[in-house]
């Protein structure tokens, strides 16, 4: 079961939920990928968390533009049209009779290799294309209990190591930082740019709360978050005061409020950070983020 920000409503449903791989949908047990693929062999591709709201995937634009740049910056071809990849979306949806509470999982690879190398140049394929809908809503008490959170020493590092804005398949050091986290009894990892400044968590956003602002990280160092993105829009439209800036765990440690976000939950608050008490659970600024994204997922649905 997943923790922090991804615990989920276990739903029976999910057993028969059939996949959509490369054109043809495959029952859940059959649905499977070569041991050549580049996915499989070196973590080369990328990949979007989608929500499905009333029928209507939120965001998919946003979505859709995230997943064309990537695969872009790593010279890969996705081999289907924006219209022909939404088309099959819809499809799988259909095909499991989806309408609401759903997350989809949208992952495309180089494809096939001719032999386990990383040189794209040994693919033998188009690109791989996988879409997993399941049935799968955030726990209720995610929005107002209040994750613990603990610092790891694995940074969001440097562009020309590895650019952390790109949604690549290869996410061992979100994994590490994860695996400290769990080891040191907390809900998600709190994660530093290499300055020392606050950049994100392992796999959500995050953000802190001080006098009435609202501040997150310059985004530097951080995948650009389509929810982050979407919450700092709405404070701007709501007149509150909201900062990209660097801050540090001290400023951290004495925040009234802090929260992360993500596709999956949305907001969900955060109670601790290294053990220090920042609120008790839901503070009033989240409580009140909460409702103005909730207002912004209906009228996307609308």
Known sequence: MAKG??????????????IWINGELHARDQAKVSVFDSGFILGDGVWEGLRVHEGRIAFLDRHLDRLWEGAKAIDMEIGLTREALTAALHETLEANGMQDGVHIRLMVTRGLKATPYQDPRVTISKATVVIIPEWKTPKPETATRGLNLFTVHVR??????QDPKLNSHSKLNCITACIQAAKAGADEALMLDPHGFVATCNSTHFFIVRKGEVWTSTGDYCLPGITRGVVIELCREAAIPVFEKNFSLTEVYGAQEAFVTGTFAGLAPVSSVDGRKISEGRGPMVERLQRLYLERIARESA
Do not use: M
């Open 5 to 18: 920000s991804h615990e989920y409503v276990d739903d029976p449903r999910n057993a028969d939920i059939r």
């Open 156 to 161: 969001r590092g440097y562009p020309d190591v």
